[in-house]
């Protein structure tokens, strides 16, 4: 009989039923949506602020500051070696503990040749590199990703893949020699010689404009240093700094054990740099805090915002769906009376009532979800051009907030009517 | 007359007989209009308020000196920032580089305004403190690894014209013979750790350097971090290359270019969550109303029946509806003032402007999506037969 009496209710009133199920689809969608673009805003701007370039650079530990200052010149091949590092260790940067959180990193060699008779800094690097990593994970990787800022003025960007003799060439640089692009130049080095076609010239308003950049084998065949890196680029996504990362930062061994793990499994700069220099030999990571440190800034200051607004939308949606429900249940209170008035028990309408108001809800509810999960994709391809991830957490917390905001709406009301006599009802106040 | 007086006094009765339902009609109205105000004035701020975040990542604009100029002196320097309005100046620093050699070794010193300085690099990570005095210093760590000194400690710098010109027998030149050079001392106040060339540098004012070198002043380079768009700084660097020419004012296209990518997703982001947002709240604003509305029909059928025309019925509603609408987005505007400014307090510490034009704005729609609303059910109700209303369903 029960069944029935919900069954009856659900099809005979079908259009007020419908626009219950509506709003509800409409406030959980909303819920659905904010909440997937919320917990997946973070790792999205955190992917753009990758514009900005690396967050870590990792420099052999003889430091080579001292280099630079005694111009000691490798007398025996042991000191060279030491003030390098080694190109064959490159690939375990991907297999630290967060690995998956290093979206690119790129090797420099550097070193100083002669074009025409001028001593000039000729840098060498991948361009658009592709990595197949022993873990299976494929990579594209290359200073076009981390130095996006610089804007190519005659040429274009050097296609390593295409093009083994290439070279890019600093727009002052370029200026002073009088190279253009497509022109050829002769460059000769501590080991040897050769010739570079030039595709492109930079501008970057920076120290780069007055040198020459290309492919990683080039500068180390010029500079007789195969094998060998000046330095490593990475880019990570991280965690923004808190109190323990800034103690660890000082001297991990400091840490209590447990304060230890924490700061270990956590993707802050700090320890992602600590676990590069425990798989490269002789190196320092060091974060680079203009990057490193703004990029926390930005990326708290975005998320709290987001956090903000879900808030808000949750509070509307969570008042919209309740108004209605309200106000649904109010307008059957002629239906109400005439049930208590023919014998039929509070308790037993309230659960009548509750029943049909719960099975519509959760239809609206999970069509809802759908439709929501449906915006935050639109929203994800719109802005950032990647798909949202589907967090599974959000599913219990809109099904909570529906049934919540349903029972928080439908209750009150119920009461109101049971409250009031049968025949008060019927004739309608 | 008697008509419109008729008409107010139905509309008025009607809301304040059914006080309870009117007031989560209300409610619902009050809350949309919040979420629209709300969102639409946190959408406006962005922009501005992020753009402030990003003068962490430092300078956007550089002065150098043009080729055929004699360099920058403080009354040029002084000249080129009076044509950047005061208020997007976030921070300005001159810097001088000098080497120096201590113990023998030698070191880049530079000279600055260390309250600029820490204003254009807010990413400085300074161990100790910010040097305040005349003679304190800030020391790169790589610096302060090299020659192993620690906070607190007495360095002697010594300058000499003639060391310079001959860097590769420093050791060489007797110091006491020598007359040109200067040595003064130094106390380390903090060590500075940024990640990147400043480590190998050592930090004093300005007046220190210039007493370092014998009282000669100059600037090399001018660091301006700027709360402007690619446009605006565009802008000023055509204004400033014309109006004084021994300055050459070049973007630092690392900053400028990226935070323009980055700022333009994040305001797209929030455009396309606030229009989603409001999109939803209106369809939910609509739907309670039209509960609300179709509960009525019975008083529809009543009126018609005792000889109410179409329009009449549809008029009196309308007016109800837009009347709530006026009272909610007035209330909405004001809540809507109150949350951005909570959210703005919260997250960026700053306050929000109040934007008048959004409260008619907020009104007016609130009265839109009422009306349109409340015409559906009424209209359908004043469809049917009277007498078939009248008996229900």
């Keep these: 009989m029960f069944l029935r009496m919900v069954r ?33 805003v973070g790792d999205k701007v955190n992917k753009e602020l990758k514009a900005y370039g690396a967050n870590i650079t990792v420099v052999p530990k003889e430091n080579s500051v001292i280099d630079d200052i005694y111009q000691v010149e490798g007398d025996d091949e042991d000191n060279i070696k030491s003030a390098y590092l080694k190109e064959e260790e490159l690939g375990k940067i991907k297999t630290i503990f967060w690995a998956f959180n290093i979206v690119d990193f790129t090797p420099f060699i550097d070193s100083t040749v002669s074009v025409d008779g001028e001593d000039v800094t000729i840098v060498g690097s991948w361009f658009n590199h592709h990595l197949s990593l022993p873990t299976g994970e494929e990579l594209d990787t290359g200073i076009t990703s981390l130095r996006a800022w610089w804007e190519i003025t005659d040429g274009k960007w050097l296609d390593e893949q295409k093009q083994e003799d290439g070279a890019m060439v600093g727009t002052l640089l370029a200026e002073k020699l009088n190279i253009k692009a497509g022109d050829k130049i002769t460059v000769s080095g501590k080991a040897g010689k050769k010739e570079l076609t030039v595709t492109g010239i930079f501008d970057c308003g920076a120290d780069e404009d007055e040198q020459i950049y290309t492919s990683l084998d080039n500068a180390q065949y010029l500079s007789g240093t195969d094998g060998l890196l000046s330095s490593i680029e990475v880019s990570a996504l991280t965690t923004p700094d808190n109190e323990l990362a800034r103690r660890a930062a000082k001297d991990p061994g400091q840490l209590s054990i447990a304060d230890y793990e924490t700061w270990y499994c956590t993707a802050y700069v700090s320890s992602i740099c600590y676990q590069i220099q425990e798989v490269i030999t002789g190196s320092v990571a060091s974060p680079v805090r203009q990057v490193a440190d703004s990029e926390g800034a930005i990326m708290e200051k975005t998320e709290l915002l987001m956090i903000l607004i879900t808030v808000l939308s949750l509070v509307g949606s969570a008042l919209g769906i309740s108004n209605l429900v309200t106000a649904s249940v109010m307008e059957r209170s002629n239906e109400l009376g005439l049930l208590k008035a023919i014998g039929a028990k509070d308790g037993a309408i309230s659960i009548l009532v509750l029943t049909e108001i719960m099975i519509t809800a959760i239809v609206g509810g999970v069509a809802g979800y759908f ?3 449906g915006f935050a994709q639109v929203i994800g391809n719109t802005v950032f051009g990647s798909a949202t991830e589907m967090k599974l957490m959000v599913i219990p917390i809109v099904s909570v907030l529906i049934v919540c905001v349903t029972l928080i709406g439908s209750i009150p009301a119920i009461k109101t009517l049971l409250r009031m006599k049968p025949a008060e009802v019927l004739h309608g106040r | 007359m008697e008509r419109r007086k008729m008409f107010i006094r139905m509309i008025t009765a009607s809301l304040l007989r059914r006080r309870s339902r009117m007031f989560v009609a209300l409610l619902a109205i009050a809350v949309g209009a919040t979420i629209l105000s709300g969102l639409t004035m946190i959408y406006y701020d962005v922009p501005r308020q992020m753009g402030e975040q990003f003068r962490n990542y430092g300078a956007n604009m550089i002065f150098v000196a043009s080729a055929e100029s004699e360099g920058l002196n403080t009354e040029n320097v002084e000249e080129a920032l009076s044509c950047i309005s005061d208020s997007q100046k976030r921070g300005v620093a001159p810097y001088r580089y000098e080497t120096v050699t201590v113990n023998e070794q030698p070191v880049i010193v530079a000279g600055t305004d260390i309250e600029g300085a820490k204003k254009t690099s807010p990413y400085w990570l300074v161990t100790g403190e910010w040097p305040s005095e005349k003679g304190e210093i800030l020391i790169g760590k790589k610096t302060a690894e090299l020659l192993s000194v620690e906070i607190d400690d007495t360095i002697q710098m010594t300058y000499s014209a003639q060391a310079l010109e001959n860097p590769d027998q420093p050791a060489e030149t007797d110091r006491s013979e020598n007359e040109d050079a200067i040595n003064m001392e130094f106390t380390v106040k903090g060590i500075l750790d940024t990640g990147g060339n400043e480590e190998s540098y050592i930090f004093m004012s300005l007046e220190d350097a210039n007493e370092l070198t014998n009282g000669e002043s100059k600037i090399d380079v001018v660091e301006l971090s ?146 349109a609303a409340c015409i559906i059910p009424v209209r359908s109700a004043t469809d049917v037969d009277p007498a078939i209303v009248l008996k229900g369903e």
């Design chain 1, 8 to 40: 009856g209710a659900l099809f005979r009133q079908k259009g007020k039923m419908l626009m219950i199920a509506f709003t509800i689809l409409l406030g959980s969608s909303l819920a659905t949506a904010m909440l997937n673009v919320m917990f997946d």
């Design chain 2, 226 to 371: 700027l709360s402007a768009t690619q446009d605006e700084l565009n802008e000023y660097v055509d204004l400033i290359s014309k109006k004084v020419p021994d300055i050459t004012p070049r973007l630092v296209k690392r900053v400028t270019q990226s935070e323009t990518t980055v700022l333009t997703k994040l305001q797209s982001l929030v455009f396309l969550v606030t229009i989603v947002v409001l999109l939803l709240m209106m369809i939910c604003v609509a739907t309670t109303m039209m509960a609300v509305v179709t509960e009525r029909r019975k008083e529809v059928g009543l009126r018609k029946a005792l000889g109410a025309s179409n329009k009449s019925i549809i008029l009196e509603f309308i007016g109800e509806g837009v009347l709530l609408g006026a009272v909610g987005g007035l209330l909405g505007s004001i809540l809507g003032f109150i949350f951005a400014q909570a959210i703005s307090m919260n997250v960026f510490n700053s306050t929000i402007t109040f934007r008048v034009l959004l409260v008619p704005v907020t009104i007016i729609a609130s009265m839109a999506v009422v009306a």
């Design chain 1, 371 to 373: 439709v929501g999960y």
